[in-house]
T-cell receptor, first 112, second 111 residues
Framework: DVKVTQSSRYLVKRTGEKVFLECVQD?????MFWYRQDPGLGLRLIYF???????EKGDIPEGYSVSREKKERFSLILESASTNQTSMYLC???????????FGQGTRLTVV | RKEVEQDPGPFNVPEGATVAFNCTYS??????FFWYRQDCRKEPKLLMS???SGNEDGRFTAQLNRASQYISLLIRDSKLSDSATYLC????????????FGTGTRLQVFP
């Protein structure tokens, strides 16, 4: 079974802190994604990576950066957390040629 | 215009009913289409891919209309366990594998 693991289920951080959200997949997938999910807005793509060290901006990259140094790991970084980044963050992975994307269980981040 | 649009619902239907959801997409170059299901406080999971000729999986039927740029999901003989949010997913069509999600349609099946 494909497994996508996010490092934390719940996080509380202070405004201005640097926040790292980690995601690891165990199926050798080329593609990895970071989304955030907010009520009424659905899942919005923050960043996408199709290979090690390769990344593309999604619809809402402002305030975020990503790192993919190894194929299995895709990190989302909030350089200076703000309250409007309070959200559910979902990581996903898939093979090339859009196929099924497998999601992690999500990280609910609260910025206070 | 949003890239992928869905009616948020909720659709409240009795057990045994047939219900249909539509989803429109804006990029005519999109090539891959999916329906995902998301239960409350859970991650989304693939329900079915949508093929050009339409496809069926048990009580679920998916259709694609490229001319009008919409996909549909039909659920027959609804079960209580079908209560969930159904997400329409489309790739961006720009020769990448980026997947764009609709905001979802909530279905509530009642006894």
């Amino acid at each position: 079974d494909v497994k996508v693991t996010q490092s934390s289920r719940y996080l509380v951080k202070r405004t201005g802190e640097k926040v790292f959200l980690e995601c690891v997949q165990d199926m050798d997938h080329e593609n990895m994604f970071w989304y955030r999910q907010d009520p009424g807005l659905g899942l919005r793509l923050i960043y996408f990576s199709y290979d090690v060290k390769m990344k593309e901006k999604g619809d809402i990259p402002e305030g975020y950066s990503v790192s993919r140094e190894k194929k299995e790991r895709f990190s989302l970084i909030l350089e200076s957390a703000s309250t409007n980044q309070t959200s559910m963050y979902l990581c996903a992975s898939s093979l090339r040629q859009p196929t099924e994307a497998f999601f992690g269980q999500g990280t609910r981040l609260t910025v206070v | 215009r949003k890239e992928v649009e869905q009616d948020p619902g909720p659709f409240n239907v009795p057990e045994g009913a047939t219900v249909a959801f539509n989803c429109t997409y804006s990029n005519s170059a999109s090539q891959s289409f999916f329906w995902y299901r998301q239960d409350c406080r859970k991650e989304p999971k693939l329900l079915m891919s949508v093929y050009s000729s339409g496809n069926e999986d048990g009580r679920f039927t998916a259709q694609l209309n490229r001319a009008s740029q919409y996909i549909s999901l039909l659920i027959r003989d609804s079960k209580l366990s079908d209560s969930a949010t159904y997400l329409c997913v489309v790739n961006t069509g720009d020769n990448t594998d980026k997947l764009i999600f609709g905001t979802g349609t909530r279905l509530q099946v009642f006894p």
